[in-house]
């Protein structure tokens, strides 16, 4: 017998698991390559509020964090909780997309063996760092047997977002220039918001790599993940829990199945963690922030039936716009 419950549309969820280290190394600060952990410390808030709320979800885990034995009890603790572990490559260098594709999939492999070893899952999700996507990216994930690519934002305003970032680091020119797609370029916002297939260069089409964008707001293509919301929280909460629930509210109009995502940053406050004080929303507490979270998670729940970035994947298959047709990945890509 239905219930209500099964009426209600899916939504994924995932965590980007971005340790403090790999931030640093972005942001060319000093002391990145000691490997810098807070998982200890953020992991088990995360657990924490996802058994509060019945969730299980995605963690795209870097596989740098995996190889070293100071972080492997807390990324024990996600596989042991039941939650589908993810790529999110070894190295996390936002300039993945300058790779060759052999280059893509050393690294790919690397971060699945000592990923695998440690949570005795395989991945069969990708994100890429930074949302630096490319074909020897596809073509690798293709030859790798991923399901599924989690690694799009279409959205307009990564290039503001990087302009911000900009201002705040100490790079040099050709650091810069490594750095020129993190957080997308423009004709991203082009991109579709729902899932589709892509054609990998050289193939028939036989086989379909999975497309699970990170969902913008339908129409504006606004980013509305939790650091928005949080982003926002920082000048007003009301504000920024309603502008969240008039995202869900726009997504279920328009028939978008939401792929949303966390950060460890959207647990750590300025009262947790010194140095990464140019983030966004870094001046609240890490207890407002986990209560913002909270509320517009639960939210989300009580709208969407929220599951793993793989379910979402294994679901599009039913969908007609996934039927459709493949898409390269220069289609709506101008520069
Ligand atoms: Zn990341």
Redesign the pocket.
Known sequence: MRTPKDDKPIASLSV?L?NQW?YMKTHGDRGWDSFPSYLDLVVPRILGLLEDLDLTVTF?I?GQDAALRKNQDALRAIAAAGHEIAN?SFH?DPWIHLYTERAVEDELTLAEEHIERVTSQRPVGYRA??YSLSNATLGALQRRGYLYDASTLPTFIGALARAYYFVSARLSDEEKDQRKALFGSFSDGFRPIRPYRWQIEGEDGAYALIEIPVTTLPFFRIPFHFSYILYMAGFSVPLALMYFQSALTLCRMTGVQPSLLLHPLDFLGCDDLEGLDFFPAMNLTGETKALVVRKALTTLTKRFRVSTVKEHALISHQSSEYRSGLRSFGAGRTA
């Open positions: 980007d971005d790999s795209f870097v999110h996390h760092p930074g």
